[in-house]
């Protein structure tokens, strides 16, 4: 996201985290098949080719950067950007990626520069229309293919160069962008194994909360004179469809923007999601939807109906599925009750 203001995954999700854990890091044998050389990838519309696996990559950003480390790339990586500013405030690293994080040069808790990136004289660069790359700059894949860089987009992110989107119901550009890491750096195996894993545990929250009533969700970011919230075009909307919530935003067919608290007020939102990441705190942000006259009387607010998620699991990354379970067990309680 290009404006951001988002608590460590919450402890009903403590066991499916361990699981994943397991699963991102074990090795898969020969269940997939390997990368023949060149590679070419369709991107946001357009197609890079690879000629082998890249040895010196950068991601932006601290989902993508927990998209290689899933993957175990932390060895083939010369540097990150955006991480430590993009997680809760004392932890920025969920704790199945610390050891793999410290392997790899945190550049900055910025987004990088042309400057800085060129520096790291890296191959590949991961990163995201409006999370680093700028259309009407050099830091573009057209740009950036000057330096030798080849890049990959965030899918999620295409919607800010390509426009005919559809709101997303799914988990399907967050399966892609991992599955094509897996293709390009040849460890398709484990690709294969983390999307597998996402998959069954959103078939699980699926046979949960199937038939039961739709809750309206508010996902709230940042903001006071108006709030940011995710759209219809972000992964945050297809977290709360698959949760068994409906956006109050999500047909809207934008991905991050700025909308305003007469129609969150007019939507009456029956629970409210809280992105944690930096100041203000999650905290912060809960006193204030607490004490805000426009808000303090909301069903939500009133019920207590809030769930705090981290930045990295509102956002594409290998945490999505975590996310669609704690906010389902939040929004139907009941449905997981044995």
């Not at 993508?64 to 175990?72: H, N, Q, R, V, W």
């Not at 959103?202 to 709230?220: C, E, M, N, P, W």
Request: charged share 15%.
């Amino acid at each position: 996201m290009s404006k951001r203001w988002l608590s460590p995954l919450p402890a009903l999700a403590a066991c499916t985290t361990a699981a994943l854990s397991v699963a991102v890091f074990a090795t898969t044998g020969a269940s997939a098949a390997a990368t023949h050389y060149p590679l070419t990838i369709s991107n946001c519309g357009t197609k890079v080719t690879f000629a082998a696996a890249p040895t010196r990559a950068v991601s932006n950003d601290i989902n993508s950067t927990e998209d290689m480390l899933a993957l175990g790339l932390q060895h083939a990586m010369v540097g990150d950007f955006g991480v430590d500013g993009d997680g809760p405030v004392g932890h920025p690293v969920p704790a199945q990626y610390l050891h793999a994080f410290h392997q790899v040069r945190d550049v900055s808790a910025h987004y990088f520069t042309l400057e800085q990136l060129i520096a790291l004289r890296p191959d590949f660069l991961f990163a995201g229309w409006n999370y680093g790359l700028q259309a009407g700059t050099r830091l573009t894949p057209a740009g950036l293919a000057q330096f030798g860089i080849k890049t990959l987009a965030l899918s999620e992110s295409c919607a800010h160069v390509q426009s005919g989107r559809r709101p997303l119901l799914s988990l399907v550009d967050t399966y892609k962008d991992i599955t094509n890491l897996g293709k390009i750096f040849n460890v398709q195996a484990r690709a294969t194994k983390l999307v597998d894993t996402m998959r069954a545990e959103v078939s699980y929250v699926q046979r949960h909360v199937s038939g039961r009533r739709l809750v309206r969700v508010f996902d709230y970011d940042s903001g006071t004179a108006a709030p940011f919230s995710g759209e219809g075009l972000a992964t945050v909307n297809a977290i709360i469809h698959l949760a068994g919530g409906r956006n109050i935003f999500g047909r809207q067919l934008t991905s991050w923007e700025d909308v305003s608290w007469e129609q969150v007020v007019k939507a009456q939102p029956q629970c409210i999601i809280i992105n944690n990441y930096g100041t203000p705190t999650a905290t912060q942000k809960l006193h204030f939807l607490e004490t805000n006259p426009a808000t303090e009387r909301l069903p939500a607010i009133k019920h207590h109906c809030v769930i705090t998620l981290a930045y990295d699991e509102v956002t594409p990354g290998p945490r999505n599925a975590e996310a669609v379970l704690a906010l389902a067990k939040t929004l139907h309680p009941t449905a997981f009750r044995r």
